[in-house]
Antibody, heavy 115, light 111 residues
Framework: QVQLQESGPGLVKPSETLSLTCTVSGGSISYFSWNWIRQPPGKGLEWIGY???????NYNPSLKSRVTISVDTSKNQLSLKLSSVTAADTAVYYCARGDLKFDPWGQGTLVTVSS | QSALTQPASVFGSPGQSITISCTGTSSDVGGSKYVSWYQQHPGKAPKLMIY???NRPSGVSNRFSGSKSGNTASLTISGLQAEDEADYYCSSYTSSTTLHVFGTGTKVAVL
């Protein structure tokens, strides 16, 4: 079965770029759409964006100017870059498979924005 | 695009049935068949429980069921068990540029 694992720095300085990777195992990344979703501590879920297997991407308008999602099929990895981060970007970041529903999810990785 | 509205908490006793509501607009819940529900235990990733309003993924207990009426979707848990104590989030595909919106989340407590 497909498993997802997020990785990346747990601490990012304000104004810098947050970079995360999601490694997909147990299946090819090429045949599905892949999402990034985040959850600030003690708060609800927020959809960040997705990359479709067609190569098209779509982002939450509230983050669109700062977000880039990409896929590396040779490594079976999904990536997230979020620029000009502030404390409001502190959250657990999840990757998840799907177009119209999210399944499965990675375990998530906490990113704290602080100097 | 605002978050879908859910009650902050719902309580029930073991064996009882509870229902969680998820209210949106005609641009999301009311106009979409792609409403899903997720269960999240503390410190864990969300898990898909219901998709396309009322479909259960393989492996999810038939004690969980979904429905929709107008702009409000609902998740019902019957025969409530201690393991059902968790946070639950609804989600809808939308016709707006946001594409996907989540609910505010509901904490289910088993008394």
């Amino acid at each position: 079965q497909v498993q997802l694992q997020e990785s990346g720095p747990g601490l990012v300085k304000p104004s810098e770029t947050l970079s995360l990777t999601c490694t997909v195992s147990g299946g090819s990344i090429s045949y599905f759409s892949w999402n990034w979703i985040r959850q600030p501590p003690g708060k609800g879920l927020e959809w960040i964006g997705y990359m479709r297997n067609s190569g098209t991407s779509n982002y939450n308008p509230s983050l669109k100017s700062r977000v880039t999602i990409s896929v590396d099929t040779s490594k079976n990895q999904l990536s997230l870059k979020l620029s000009s981060v502030t404390a409001a970007d502190t959250a657990v970041y999840y990757c998840a498979r799907g177009d119209l529903k999210f399944d499965p999810w990675g375990q998530g990785t906490l990113v704290t924005v602080s100097s | 695009q605002s978050a879908l509205t859910q009650p902050a908490s719902v309580f029930g006793s073991p064996g009882q049935s509870i229902t969680i509501s998820c209210t949106g607009t005609s641009s999301d819940v009311g106009g979409s068949k792609y409403v899903s529900w997720y269960q999240q235990h503390p410190g864990k990733a969300p898990k898909l429980m219901i998709y396309e309003v009322n479909n259960r993924p393989s492996g999810v207990s038939n004690r969980f069921s979904g429905s929709k009426s107008g702009n409000t979707a609902s998740l019902t848990i019957s025969g409530l068990q201690a393991e059902d104590e968790a946070d639950y989030y609804c989600s809808s595909y939308t016709s707006s540029t946001t594409l996907h919106v989540f609910g505010t989340g509901t904490k289910v407590a088993v008394l």
